[in-house]
């Protein structure tokens, strides 16, 4: 069996980053290769690498300065020599069976691109360190606040990660950042992977971290735009379906995303990446997935009529034919209209 490489782009998270690590050292198989791009961090990330070093095939990149993760998660691509690249974040924990899994889709279906599933912890949100229970800074005062017994419940040690994962599962949930409308996208998107196989919006289903590509295909793309920065992820699987590579599950494959407060970009509060995304893609489906993201939230800012609940009925809207005027709710969103003719309406 060929075995996947896997590809960290990790900026300032050396005690979650040792985690991570620490549950690729407890895989079954090994992967072929860790390529660590450390992207310009100056907490103790460095030391981190050099102790899993011990215990990991580790390649490390290292930027002067930050470069962003799409261009880091580009260049550990380029370095590894795997047929088949598997990428996670520096905060995501890897279930014992992840290389296995996606390394058994390679064999099962080389063309495919590999999406896993996360759960998230949120009960790490306040730590700096979930080993330690050292807090961030600005977190000091909340975290001191707390009962003893729910700080205790926040810990997660090595010895978790690698011998009771499934106890961490327990206490997490499903999709990458906690919230109602990421747990409802995981379980829509997940179904559609499972039983719609032949849907061609599936490519929406892609995720930033555990997801795998060919290695070849990824570089011949181009590998992930930086200027859709936040769902460039997707627009990748988008331009890989158009090449053949169709998306599926990697079934057994699950991390766990160690949350943190900071960092989380919301694509419906800043929809700066779409013009972009729809210049190198001006269809339907793209100027739908703000509409499919806003639809599963409880409240959605149009009229029912225009709520998308499945990448089914994604794959249906985008056909168009059923007189609706996409332009409504994406006007309710703050995006631009399109008008008739993107909509094949008559004017």
């Known amino acids: 069996m060929s075995l996947p490489a896997i590809v960290i782009r990790s900026r300032n998270?050396?005690?979650?980053?040792?985690?991570?690590?620490?549950?690729?050292?407890?895989?079954?198989?090994?992967?072929?290769?860790?390529?660590?791009?450390?992207?310009?961090?100056?907490?103790?990330?460095?030391?981190?690498?050099?102790?899993?070093?011990?215990?990991?095939?580790?390649?490390?990149?290292?930027?002067?300065?930050?470069?962003?993760?799409?261009?880091?998660?580009?260049?550990?691509?380029?370095?590894?020599?795997?047929?088949?690249?598997?990428?996670?974040?520096?905060?995501?924990?890897?279930?014992?069976?992840?290389?296995?899994?996606?390394?058994?889709?390679?064999?099962?279906?080389?063309?495919?691109?590999g999406r896993g599933e996360t759960r998230h912890l949120r009960q790490t949100r306040l730590l700096r360190d979930p080993e330690a229970l050292e807090p961030f800074a600005a977190a000091a005062a909340a975290f001191a606040r707390l009962p003893a017994a729910e700080v205790a419940r926040m810990r997660v040690t090595r010895a978790m990660v690698t011998r009771d994962f499934d106890a961490l599962l327990a206490r997490a949930a499903p999709g990458h950042y906690p919230g109602i409308v990421t747990r409802r996208m995981h379980v829509v998107e997940m179904e559609a992977l499972r039983d719609a196989p032949g849907c061609t919006t599936l490519w929406a289903a892609a995720t930033g971290s555990n997801l795998s590509v060919p290695r070849a295909a990824f570089l011949a793309a181009g590998g992930f735009d930086p200027a859709v920065d936040i769902t460039a992820h997707r627009l990748l699987a988008l331009q890989l379906r158009d090449a053949g590579h169709p998306m599926r599950p990697a079934e057994g494959a699950i991390t766990v995303h160690v949350t943190h407060r900071a960092g989380l970009t919301d694509p419906l509060a800043d929809l700066g990446w779409e013009a972009r995304f729809l210049a190198l893609a001006p269809r339907p489906e793209v100027a739908l997935l703000a509409v499919y993201w806003a639809g599963l939230s409880d409240r959605p800012p149009f009229p029912c009529d225009y709520v998308l609940g499945s990448l089914p009925a994604l794959e249906a809207a985008a056909r168009g034919g059923d007189g609706r005027d996409w332009d409504v709710p994406r006007r309710a969103l703050g995006a631009p209209a399109l008008g008739p003719a993107f909509w094949g309406r008559a004017g």
């Open 13 to 113: 998270e050396a005690p979650r980053l040792a985690l991570t690590l620490a549950s690729l050292a407890a895989q079954d198989p090994m992967p072929a290769e860790v390529v660590v791009v450390d992207d310009g961090s100056t907490d103790e990330t460095p030391a981190v690498l050099a102790a899993a070093a011990a215990s990991l095939p580790l390649t490390v990149l290292r930027n002067a300065t930050p470069q962003g993760g799409c261009l880091a998660s580009n260049a550990g691509a380029a370095a590894t020599r795997a047929e088949r690249v598997i990428f996670l974040d520096g905060d995501t924990l890897a279930g014992p069976g992840l290389v296995a899994a996606h390394a058994a889709l390679h064999a099962a279906e080389p063309a495919a691109i």
